[in-house]
Antibody
Framework: QMQLVQSGAEVKKTGSSVKVSCKGS????????LHWVRQAPGQAFEWMGW????????NYAQKFQDRVTITRDRSLSTAYMELSSLRSEDTAMYYC???????WGQGTLVPVSS | IVMTQTPLSSPVTLGQPASISCRSS???????????LSWLHQRPGQPPRLLIY???NRFSGVPDRFSGSGAGTDFTLKISRVEAEDVGIYYC????????FGGGTKVEIK
């Protein structure tokens, strides 16, 4: 099974942006969709959006529509999630997840403070 | 779609059964005829792992003490005999529309 390896934790200030990467092991980036999901401390999961690695098509949750951008670099088998205008409520663990939700990255912690 | 899980917490005795319910605010039957309801298990400090997909299909490597059932809007995850490694938080998740997760049920040992 392909492994998804995410970038390390990032401490951010309110109003700034964060860009998290998710690299798939192996030579191909074969998922139909690659999802981004977040989990605030002690909370359940929120789906943020997905990207189709083959053609770069995206779909975003309405809540994050104005602030999130998901991209990919097929040559690097890597997807990216950028969240802008960060607020303290964006403090969370961010995960990339393969289609079917059977394969999760290890998570990237993003604490946001003023 | 809103996913509601009950109970919030379930203290269980080792070797005894446990049951978690999940209700969706609308039918999860997809136009392709499938019902994309999954169950995931999360231990502290770890990402979740998939247990059950499409209501009742166990994912690879999942012990057969885990079973899923239900239809339409009402679904259940059962653990026939709880083991120590089963503690953690269980989430239902629908994938029929854009993914939505339930609030979670914490399973702990009495």
């Amino acid at each position: 099974q392909m492994q998804l390896v995410q970038s390390g934790a990032e401490v951010k200030k309110t109003g700034s942006s964060v860009k998290v990467s998710c690299k798939g092991s192996g030579n191909t980036f074969t998922y139909r969709h690659l999802h981004w999901v977040r989990q605030a401390p002690g909370q359940a999961f929120e789906w943020m959006g997905w990207i189709t690695p083959f053609n770069g098509n995206t779909n975003y949750a309405q809540k994050f529509q104005d602030r999130v951008t998901i991209t990919r670099d097929r040559s690097l088998s890597t997807a990216y999630m950028e969240l802008s205008s960060l607020r303290s409520e964006d403090t969370a663990m961010y995960y990339c997840v393969g289609d079917g939700f059977d394969n999760w990255g290890q998570g990237t912690l993003v604490p946001v403070s003023s | 779609i809103v996913m509601t899980q009950t109970p919030l917490s379930s203290p269980v005795t080792l070797g005894q059964p446990a049951s978690i319910s999940c209700r969706s605010s609308q039918s999860l039957v997809h136009s392709d005829g499938n019902t994309y309801l999954s169950w995931l298990h999360q231990r502290p400090g770890q990402p979740p792992r998939l247990l059950i997909y499409k209501i009742s299909n166990r994912f690879s490597g999942v012990p057969d003490r885990f079973s899923g059932s239900g239809a339409g809007t009402d679904f259940t995850l059962k653990i026939s005999r709880v083991e120590a490694e089963d503690v953690g938080i269980y989430y239902c998740m629908q994938g029929t529309q854009f993914p939505v997760f339930g609030g979670g049920t914490k399973v702990e040992i009495k």
